[in-house]
């Protein structure tokens, strides 16, 4: 704690209580706790987020959820009407209907089996292109996960039974194989094609049924739904080239989320659930302040939109690749869990929502039963560190080691005592010898 004393000696004047006409200030060096602080600007953020999109070009058939409300991870959402992806697993359905009944023609010797294992591989090939573009849109991560997975095994199936044809269409060109055991392996290779491509296609009609990537809150559209189409937005929604329907452009004051029944395309944004179980914040924090940030330091809040209230914050992680500012400053992204806030008055601040501006303040150092100055009372030269001490109604010029830096007090590790009378206002105005009260 820093005590300013004021010497009250007869006569009781301005100047001997410490009040010089310059503006020096006379007072005593304290003794109590430092804390040093790194501010940083930020923003408020959430645990994690994820964006429902139509998996395939169709009709918002049902929308089972609206606005704010709380839904559960794998919960279903909504469903999209696609006749494209019904249309597919009906048509795969037929061609495994005639695989299973056979169907390799027999003529044309070995030219007519290399044609037909080439139709063969080719149909197999646009299956596993296709489901792996729908696999794609998807936005649960654990779904588009699972369907990746298990269209990388279909072409690992594929191509071992496609290699056995191979080689057996190969025998019979030379001499080697039977006419049946060319049959058996294009067969073989027909059959797995098609019950591939049904899977595929089942797969994607499953997909339709959309379903709450994680636990939360419900934003019908996209996260950027409010925003102003970029220039990007705009060329790819008017490449003639994509031939689908896009997400609706954002126009400022139009709600864009897609109702019921409406029309959809590949990637068209349908609802976003926010996680807000546990909020935080990501501040910038400048090169120069950065190294004395750790995981696990503690800090306060302040919101531009909850003016007076303070939130209690812990640091989680500090990043280790840096960002570059536009005006070419080196920051590092530091990661923290936001607390509850108070009012002065001890009333509870209202919960932030994500994006929210905000001040961060880091307390990095701390020191305790310290003697302590004014920050104003530390005077600089020749790289040396020092205070003006009052000794003998004189001014002299003092040595100190600072440690901690606070943002009014500072911590002197050695060169003056808790108690003695220094300058600590007005320090730039004093010379060697001058006369103080």
């Known amino acids: 704690m820093l005590l300013l004393a004021c010497v009250l000696l007869p006569p009781l004047t301005a100047a001997s209580c410490g009040e010089e006409p310059s503006g020096v200030t006379v007072g005593t060096a304290g003794r109590?706790?430092?804390?040093?602080?790194?501010?940083?600007?930020?923003?408020?953020?959430?645990?994690?987020?994820?964006?429902?999109?139509?998996?395939?070009?169709?009709?918002?058939?049902?929308?089972?959820?609206?606005?704010?409300?709380?839904?559960?991870?794998?919960?279903?959402?909504?469903?999209?009407?696609?006749?494209?992806?019904?249309?597919?697993?009906?048509?795969?359905?037929?061609?495994l209907d005639a695989a299973s009944r056979g169907g390799i023609p027999t003529g044309g010797g070995a030219a007519g089996f290399a044609s037909a294992r080439r139709r063969i591989d080719a149909k197999a090939d646009e299956a596993l292109a296709a489901a792996r573009e729908a696999a794609a849109e998807v936005t649960d991560p654990a779904l588009r996960k699972a369907l990746l997975a298990q269209i990388t095994a279909a072409e690992e199936r594929y191509a071992a039974v496609s290699a056995t044809a191979g080689a057996a269409v190969r025998s019979l060109e030379s001499g080697v194989a039977s006419l049946a055991a060319a049959v058996d392996a294009l067969t073989a290779a027909q059959r797995v094609q098609a019950r591939q491509a049904y899977?595929?296609?089942?797969?994607?009609?499953?997909?339709?049924?959309?379903?709450?990537?994680?636990?939360?809150?419900?934003?019908?559209?996209?996260?950027?739904?409010?925003?102003?189409?970029?220039?990007?937005?705009?060329?790819?929604?008017?490449?003639?080239?994509?031939?689908?329907?896009?997400?609706?452009?954002?126009?400022?004051?139009?709600?864009?989320?897609?109702?019921?029944?409406a029309a959809?395309?590949?990637?068209?944004?349908?609802?976003?659930?926010?996680?807000?179980?546990?909020?935080?914040?990501?501040?910038?924090?400048?090169?120069?302040?950065?190294?004395?940030?750790?995981?696990?330091?503690?800090?306060?809040?302040?919101?531009?939109?909850?003016?007076?209230?303070?939130?209690?914050?812990?640091?989680?992680?500090?990043?280790?690749?840096?960002?570059?500012?536009?005006?070419?400053?080196?920051?590092?992204?530091?990661?923290?869990?936001?607390?509850?806030g108070t009012y002065p008055n001890g009333s509870a601040a209202p919960v932030p929502r994500p994006g929210m501006s905000a001040i961060v303040r880091l307390r990095v150092r701390q020191a305790t039963d310290a003697v302590t100055v004014p920050a104003g009372a530390v005077v600089s030269r020749d790289g040396r560190d020092g205070v003006w001490a009052v000794r003998g109604g004189k001014a002299e010029r003092v040595p100190v080691t600072l440690g901690v830096q606070g943002e009014d007090l500072v911590q002197v590790v050695s060169g003056l005592d808790a108690g003695q009378r220094i300058v600590v206002a007005g320090a730039d105005q004093v010379s060697p010898g001058q006369d103080l009260p």
Do not use: W
């Open 32 to 95: 109590g706790t430092v804390d040093e602080i790194v501010e940083a600007s930020g923003a408020v953020t959430v645990r994690s987020a994820g964006t429902v999109t139509s998996p395939a070009d169709g009709t918002l058939e049902e929308l089972r959820v609206d606005a704010g409300d709380r839904v559960r991870k794998g919960q279903v959402v909504a469903v999209v009407d696609s006749p494209a992806a019904e249309q597919r697993l009906d048509d795969a359905t037929e061609a």
């Open 264 to 340: 959809v395309g590949v990637g068209t944004p349908v609802l976003t659930v926010v996680d807000t179980s546990g909020l935080g914040v990501a501040a910038e924090v400048d090169e120069t302040d950065v190294l004395l940030v750790k995981a696990g330091g503690s800090g306060t809040v302040e919101l531009d939109a909850a003016a007076g209230a303070t939130y209690e914050t812990r640091v989680r992680a500090v990043d280790l690749l840096p960002t570059t500012s536009a005006r070419g400053g080196v920051s590092y992204r530091v990661r923290l869990t936001l607390g509850r």
């Open 199 to 261: 899977e595929l296609a089942e797969a994607a009609v499953d997909a339709l049924t959309l379903r709450a990537p994680v636990s939360g809150v419900v934003q019908l559209g996209g996260t950027a739904a409010a925003a102003a189409p970029s220039l990007s937005d705009l060329i790819s929604r008017a490449d003639p080239a994509a031939g689908r329907a896009s997400a609706p452009a954002a126009v400022p004051g139009v709600d864009v989320a897609v109702p019921q029944g």
